[in-house]
Every structure is written in structure tokens, then in C-alpha cells.
């Protein structure tokens, strides 16, 4: 391959419903637990990647500055995947915007790595399925997998012993417009998290007493989720929803991984008395303060009041399902091949 070859993708955020939280052992980057998610519109991650001759190294742009080293060394872990699948050594130029703020309290890294696998892969002219995409984004971010896919989406724990097919992709389990959903996140520091989800996920594994039960439960947790989704139950959803945020945040707690603070608990407190004013309301949290809670659409306005008013809670985000990562040229958005 000779010349410049470039390409553009957006992404969306995903949430999980039934988390991922643990790897397995080994260096595959499999999640130790299925998940279950909803990929949601409205935020997004644009990244272009340009494939040219004559560079040194491959460069990176995120958010108008020049990424950090450890930024750079998984998007370079990323590329050489793709430039040995696509047989060329061409250096790389990526630059990549969030239209949300990093510390909204939604993970770019899923948005970042489902954008910068599909521009990547396309750049170097492989014309992959988006299941491939997925299983690339999958080997940097897991929760990536998900958001090459659209709507309601699900990863499955990844092998317990090394096979010969390495590969791992999220599926789609239902359309964006499946449930009428929508997903407040209460925003409730402007900080950065205190420990990476890796880290956060490794010291679990090795020092909590609840590792264990975690892993246990959480596949009894998703695949009760995910018949609830299937089944439109809009409650069994939100319950199995929290049931599965605080049986990792309590496994993650007792090795002293604490992503909790005061204003999360006070906003966990507010989702509980709109429950008992007849909302339903359901929360779930992430590797940081932020509580994202789900209700019925027309339940937003009271919803959100209701929230903004805790204190702490520093503003209230609307996001709705959305679709899954897609290539962009000039103007013109195209769905990756067999996303929602
Ligand atoms: O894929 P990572 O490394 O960003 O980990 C995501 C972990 C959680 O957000 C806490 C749970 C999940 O399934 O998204």
C-alpha cells in the first residue's frame, strides 16, 4: 500500500446493565463475565485515522492535544494489529474528539476504541464485518466491543482455557427503539476517576474476599437481565440493573477499590424515594462517582428534577439509545456493515 489511506468513525458510550468487571488470566484481554449494555446516542467520539508514508511513529490528537504516552501505546497496540492483518507498516495519524467532557461521567475509552477500530480497519482497506471490529475494539477496552453495536447489546465472558480461535465479539440482543428507555446520568465530580478500571479490576481479583462470589453471580445476574430485556421488564431490568452494579462495587469495595462517593450515595438515596413516589427509577454505577439511572421517558422531567435537586449532583445528562459505530464521509454517515 503506497500513498495516504484514511478514514473517519463516530461512536457512542455504552452503559452496562450487567457489568464486566474482572479479566480472565492471560494477556487475551477477555472479560471474565458476560455483560449486557445500551449504547447510547447523542455523545460521541469522531476519530479519523490516516495511514501515510513518511511518518516515524504513529501520532495522536485527542481533544485538540497531544495524547500522553500511555494514550499512544494502546492505540499503537491497536494499529499494529491492523497493519498486520492488512500486511503494510505504514505509521499512522489519529486524531480523535469527544463531543462530551471526559469527566461527564460516561467512559470514552468505549466510544475512543469502537471509533478507532472501525477508522482504522477501514483505513488500511480491510473491509471487515462489524464483528471483526468488534473483537479488535474488544482486545483494547472491552466495554469498546459493545459500542461498535447498537441498541441492546451483549459480550460474553471470554474462554476460561487459551483456544486456537482468539477472537471475541459483542452481538446485538435488541434494537434501540426495543424499550422505551432513557438514562440520566447524574454528573458528580468533574474529576478524574480515582483508579482505571483495569487497575481497579486487578486489584479486586487479587485482594477482595468477594472475588469469588462475583464471579459466580454475575452470569446468573446477566442471563436473568437479559431475558428481562428480551421481555420488555422494564422492572426485573432495573432490579438485575442494581443487583448487578452493587455486587461489583461491593466485591471492588472489599479490596478497598472505592469509586463511591457522598453524593453518589445521596443520589442512590434520591432514585429510591422516586421509587417510593411510584417512578421507576433504577441505578447504576461504573468505575466512578457518577450514578446513571434508568426510567421510562415520560417519566424524564420528574426524574430529573428530582435528581438535579441532590446536592452534589452537579447536572443531569438525558441519553437515549442510539446506534452503533459508523464510518463517516464528508457529510455522509453509513452504518457499519450489520450494526444497528
Ligand atoms: O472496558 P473498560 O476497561 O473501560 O471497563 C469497563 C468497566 C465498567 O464500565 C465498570 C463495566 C462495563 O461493563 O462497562
Redesign the pocket.
Known amino acids: 500500500m503506497t500513498g495516504t489511506r484514511t478514514a473517519t468513525a463516530i461512536a457512542h458510550p455504552n452503559i452496562?446493565f450487567a457489568?464486566?468487571?474482572g479479566k480472565r488470566v492471560g494477556d487475551g484481554n477477555f472479560p471474565a463475565v458476560p455483560?449486557v449494555?445500551v449504547t447510547l446516542r447523542g455523545l460521541s467520539t469522531q476519530t479519523t485515522v490516516a495511514f501515510r508514508e513518511g511518518l516515524t511513529g504513529d501520532r495522536m490528537m485527542l481533544d485538540g492535544a497531544v495524547a500522553d504516552d500511555a494514550v499512544l501505546a494502546r492505540m499503537t497496540a491497536m494499529l499494529d494489529r491492523v497493519r498486520a492483518a492488512a500486511s503494510f507498516a505504514l505509521f499512522a495519524e489519529v486524531t480523535s474528539a469527544n463531543d462530551f467532557p471526559t469527566a461527564s461521567g460516561l467512559?470514552s475509552?468505549?466510544s475512543g476504541f469502537a471509533a478507532l477500530a472501525l477508522a482504522a480497519s477501514r483505513a488500511a482497506g480491510l473491509d471487515w464485518p462489524a464483528d471483526k471490529v468488534s473483537d479488535l475494539a474488544r482486545r483494547s477496552?472491552?466495554?469498546?466491543a459493545r459500542s461498535v453495536f447498537g441498541g441492546f447489546v451483549e459480550l460474553d465472558a471470554g474462554p476460561v482455557a487459551p483456544t486456537a480461535d482468539d477472537s471475541l465479539a459483542a452481538r446485538v440482543v435488541a434494537r434501540a427503539d426495543h424499550l422505551d428507555l432513557a438514562v440520566l446520568v447524574c454528573v458528580t465530580s468533574e474529576g478524574k476517576k480515582s483508579v482505571a478500571?483495569?487497575a481497579g479490576m486487578r486489584a479486586t481479583a487479587e485482594r477482595s474476599p468477594y472475588y469469588a462470589t462475583w464471579l459466580a453471580e454475575a452470569p446468573q445476574i446477566a442471563a436473568r437481565l437479559k431475558a428481562a430485556l428480551v421481555a420488555k421488564d422494564f422492572d426485573a431490568l432495573g432490579e438485575l440493573t442494581e443487583a448487578s452494579t452493587f455486587a461489583m462495587h461491593a466485591s471492588a469495595m472489599a479490596a478497598g477499590v472505592l469509586y463511591l462517593r457522598g453524593a453518589t450515595i445521596d443520589a442512590l438515596a434520591a432514585v429510591r424515594e422516586l421509587r417510593g413516589q411510584g417512578v421507576a427509577a433504577y441505578a447504576t454505577m461504573?468505575?466512578g462517582p457518577h450514578v446513571k439511572v434508568l426510567v421510562k421517558t415520560g417519566d424524564v422531567p420528574r426524574a430529573t428534577a428530582h435528581l438535579a435537586a441532590v446536592q452534589g449532583v452537579l447536572r443531569v445528562l438525558d441519553a437515549r439509545p442510539g446506534d452503533g459505530a459508523h464510518i463517516v464521509d464528508g457529510a455522509n454517515a453509513t452504518a457499519a456493515a450489520s450494526a444497528t
Request: charged share 10%; proline share 0%.
Open positions: 452496562a457489568k464486566y468487571w455483560s449494555s467512559a475509552s468505549a477496552s472491552a466495554s469498546a478500571s483495569t461504573d468505575a
